[in-house]
């Protein structure tokens, strides 16, 4: 869904990537699937089964993948997987992974029925 670089104002006071810049990144991935596939606006409601099995340095390319795992009346669950590429090569690392639900707003911002697209992107 998005590609980015990792800079040096995403590093922890250790100098590793901050986890949070990561699950900032992966939550912008998924609202865009959610926004896109249920057809407006789309908001988080929850954020869980987060894990961090990699890490990842300055400069690498942080790749972040996501599918809709699940969907209800008014609500998107979507999974979220986070790879970094080293930034001189193309060795790959799994960083980060997490599942993010989304309820859809209408213009008055109270949830809606899904209207999803045909085809799930991912």
């Known amino acids: 869904m998005i590609r980015v670089t990792a800079m040096p104002a995403d590093t922890n006071p250790y100098g590793g990537v901050f986890g949070g810049w990561l699950m ?3 939550a912008l991935a998924a609202g865009s699937l959610a926004s896109r596939e249920g057809r ?3 908001v988080v409601v929850s954020a869980t089964d987060f894990a961090f ?3 990842m340095a ?3 390319e942080l790749s972040v993948y996501c599918e ?3 969907t209800g009346n008014t609500s998107l669950t979507i999974a979220a997987e986070a790879i970094a590429r080293e930034r001189n090569g193309e060795s790959t690392t799994r960083v980060a992974q997490g599942t ?3 309820v859809l707003l209408d213009e008055n911002d109270r949830p ?4 999803l697209s045909e085809k799930v992107s991912t």
């Open 112 to 115: 809606r029925i899904a209207a």
């Open 53 to 55: 099995p990699g890490a």
């Open 24 to 26: 900032s990144q992966m």
């Open 58 to 60: 300055v400069g690498d």
């Open 40 to 42: 407006g606006k789309a």
């Open 100 to 102: 993010f639900k989304f």
């Open 68 to 70: 809709i795992a699940a």
